[in-house]
C-alpha cells in the first residue's frame, strides 16, 4: 500500500510541476480613453445573416425515366429529412427526341441510310422556405449522389429587402 501510495505522490507532484511550467496565455489589453478596456486582438467580422430562398427549382434530365422516377424519390426523402418543405413534383408525359439519319456508306449508296434516336426525359422537382446553409447542404448532398446519365440544374429564388427609395410612397403632384 506504502508502495502505491509513494506513486500517486510522485503522479501529482509531477503534475503540479508540469502545470506550472507550461506557458499561460494572458489576454492583453488596452486602456481606451472612456476607461473601457478592449482587446489587441483584431475583432472578428460579425457572422452575416444566413440568405433565404423561397424556392429551390431542380430540373433533371436523363435517358431512363426509372432511374429519374428513383431518384426524386431519393432527393425528396433526404428532403423531409432536412425539413425542407416538398413542393409539386412532376414530369412531362412525353420525352424530348432527337434524330439523325447518316448514310451507311459514306461515298456512296445515297439511298441506304441510317437513324439514331436520343430520347430525353425530364423530370422536375420545387422546394420551398430554404435557408442557405440548408440549401447548400442539400444541394452538396444530391449532387454527390446523383446517378450516371442524368444531369441536374438547380435554379433558387432568393429573398431579399425591398429597397429604401421603393418603400415610400411616391409624392402626390
Known sequence: MKMHMKHLDLYSQ?????RWTQPMRALST???????????????????PDKLYSKLEIELRGI????????????????????IEKGKCWSPRKAHHERMTLLKSVHIYKKHR???????HFRYMNFHKLTGSTLDTFLEYIERNLPEGVALQASRTELQEIPEHLRQPPEQV
Do not use: C, M
Open 14 to 18: 509531477a503534475i503540479k510541476t508540469l
Open 30 to 48: 488596452v486602456n481606451t480613453s472612456s476607461g473601457v478596456q478592449g482587446n489587441l486582438s483584431p475583432a472578428a467580422p460579425a457572422p452575416e
Open 64 to 83: 431512363d425515366p426509372a432511374v429519374l422516377k428513383s431518384y426524386t424519390w431519393f432527393a425528396t426523402t433526404a428532403a423531409e429529412h432536412l425539413g
Open 114 to 120: 441510317v437513324q439514331y434516336e436520343v430520347r430525353t
